[in-house]
Each structure stands twice: as C-alpha cells, then as structure tokens.
C-alpha cells in the first residue's frame, strides 16, 4: 500500500476518513433515552461475526474469462504486471482460502514466453469467482511529488526519517498504546541527531499526505527526484483527519477534497498541526532505486494496472476485473498491493501513476459496481467440486 495513502477529492476523504462508519458517538448514543422494553423481551440474536477470508465470505463462479470487455491494451498492461508478481504468487502462502501457491505454477510458467494475443493467456489459464455478492467499491491512488533536498537549509525544514532501529516495521498492534513515538513527539524532536534523516521536505502539509500515501517523489532543488517507499511505521492506529475535522464542522460544501482540506491545514497553521498529530501514526521511509514504487509484494507497481486489495479477500498476484459505474476503472487489475483503508471483500484501490493527469484521476474515483477475481483454472475446479 504502497502503504496508508491519500489523494483527492472522495479518494482523499475515503483516504483520511477510512471506515468512517454511522454508528454515533458513545457520548451521543448514551445521552439517548433507552427505549422502551417490550413485554417479553425477545432471545438475544447476536450479530453474525464477520468474515475472515473469501473462503468464509462464499464464492461463487462468475462468467467466462472471454466474455468479459478486456482490451487489447488493458491485457498487454495486465499481462506484464503479472509477471512482476509471479515469484509471488508461487512462493507466499493465500490467505484467502482461495488458492494454493502451486496452483499458480502452470500460468507464471507460461508468462514470460506468452507470444498469443495477451486476452487468450487470461482465458486459457483463469476462471472468474465472486466473492460474497461481487459487489465492489474502489477508490484511486496516485503517487504524489512534493518539495524537499537532501540534506536541510534554509525552507526545507521537516525531516523524512528512516525507520529507527527500536521501532520494528511491524510493531502494531503489539506496540499500540505503549510506542512513545506518537507523531507529535516526533515533530517536537523525538528522533533528532539520530541521523535518521534521509531528506528534508518544503511543506509539513505535503509531507502529511505523502505519509498517508506511503510512498513518493521528492523533487529536488536542482530538479533532480528522489523516490521514497514505505519502511515502517511507530504502531499507532491510523486516524482520519479528514473525518475529525468533518465532524467538528471546520470543512464546508465544496472542502472535503484533497485542496480544501490541505487549505485549511495551511490557513490555520497551529490548529491544523495539532489536528495532524492527532493521528499519531507515522511513516518511516527509504529511498527506492529502481523501477517503483514498490507494493507490497516488494515488487514495482504499474500505474492503470495495480490495484490495492484486502489480501484476506484477494491472493496478491491475482488478476481482477472490474466492472464500475466509474468506466475509467474498468477492466483487468492486478491485486499486488494493500492499504490501511482497502479492507474486507470487492475493497479496492486503483493505482493512477504519478503526474497531473494521475492526480486528477485518482481525485475523483470512487465508485461502486461488480468485481471478478480471476483464480487459476485448478483452484476453481477444487472450490466448486467443494460446493
């Protein structure tokens, strides 16, 4: 996810706002009058526990691989990413009950010496599943740019920090309540003169939503760029800004957009550093040599072509299709990424590249429709011979 991330518009506040439910507050709901009790009061019925993964989600077949609406562009761009994520596929173990790594084997054989027309590979190798009702909700990422140099000078005052030695990258949920390192005690200094600086950046705001990102380009003052990726993070919780600053009515109509919120971060300096230490997680960074950013298989993301999953829900590697009252997100995904926000079944997160015309993508999907996960041939014969 790439890790935790932002971008604009209802990305931003899916971003800043993630899982923003409707149950009222506890302060709310305990300041309403009980309501009355019947006669006889029914047995309790209590909620039905979530599901873990895909396998205990349900699965079902969906339609033919050759009938679904693949370009000839997204297949070739699909087929690539693919083979990216293959030493993947074949080597970790899916926790979506879905498939096992040697299922795998016979598509990531063919990959590389594919010579056909790239549509007849996913066809030849895959069927299509439907997780629980296949119905889908996705959201766009990009990878954002912002100012800073390498070491610090005059307006390059805010530290991108390494990940420090006592903070292991995956230290939540164990550290949760116990890591010193909240966000606040790092802006006042808790890790300086540790050399952990790897660059300095222009904008405390920007660097923010870089960090929600989880991964960058900083671009130099001589115009050069450095590319940054996630390392870690301190092992706090992840709070959305964007909904804190929503519920206590700082955003107007038209604010709860990446601009509108950076805006009043910016016009309200003192205020809106404290509302940004309110989420005390924060993000360690490295520098990335190399075709990047990296997902989190460890491997090169493709803009138009990876997309962020739940990977209880997905196997990362997997290829996804994606059908969307957005059109500008249909069609065949890769799944080699996760986010903070990307959770439960059909949760994705599209990634859009780095630029303009990514930003401004990104900035606006967020749509609901139907989702195919498209598993190897041998996994789905296992699982509906299973039903």
Known sequence: ?????????????????????????????????????????PPATPAPPAAANALAQGVRSGPSVESLNISREQAERALSTFRISCPSLVSRE????????????????????????????????????????????ATGYYEPEIAAARDRRDGYEWPVYALPNEVPPSCAPECGENASLTRAAIENGALEGQGLAIAWARDLVDLYFLQVQG?????????????????????????????????????????????????????????????????????????????G???????????????????????????????LEHDVADGLWIAQDTGSAIRGANRFDTF????????????????????????????????????
């Open 94 to 137: 899916d926790g979506t009950g879905l498939t096992v790594s040697t299922d795998w084997t016979r598509a990531c054989e063919a990959a590389p010496s594919w010579r056909s027309d790239p549509e007849d590979f996913f066809a030849e190798y895959f069927q299509t599943v439907e997780v629980g009702s296949g119905q889908a909700f």
């Open 215 to 291: 991964s960058g380009i900083l671009r130099l003052p001589d115009g050069d760029a450095m590319r940054i990726g996630y390392a870690g993070n301190n092992g706090y919780p992840y709070t959305s800004i964007g909904r804190l600053m929503r519920d206590r009515g700082l955003l107007g109509d038209g604010q709860t957009t990446a601009e509108g919120i950076a805006t009043w971060l910016r016009d309200n300096p003192d205020r809106g550093r404290q509302i940004m230490q309110e989420n005390r997680r924060y993000i360690f960074f490295t520098e990335v040599n190399g075709p």
């Open 293 to 323: 950013p990296l997902g989190s298989l460890g491997r090169p993301v493709t803009p138009r072509g990876t997309v962020a999953a739940d990977p209880d829900f997905v196997p990362l590697g997997a290829p996804v299709f994606l059908d």
């Open 352 to 387: 859009w590249g780095a630029g303009d015309e990514a930003y401004a993508i990104a900035s606006g999907m967020a749509s609901r429709g139907q989702a195919y996960i498209l598993i190897p041939r041998a996994s789905a014969t296992r699982l509906l011979r299973a039903d």
């Open 1 to 41: 996810m790439i890790k935790p991330r932002s971008a604009g518009a209802l990305l931003l506040l899916s971003a800043l706002t993630a899982c923003a439910g409707i149950i009222p507050p506890a302060a709310e709901r305990a300041s309403r009058p009980p309501a009355p009790a019947p006669a006889t009061p």
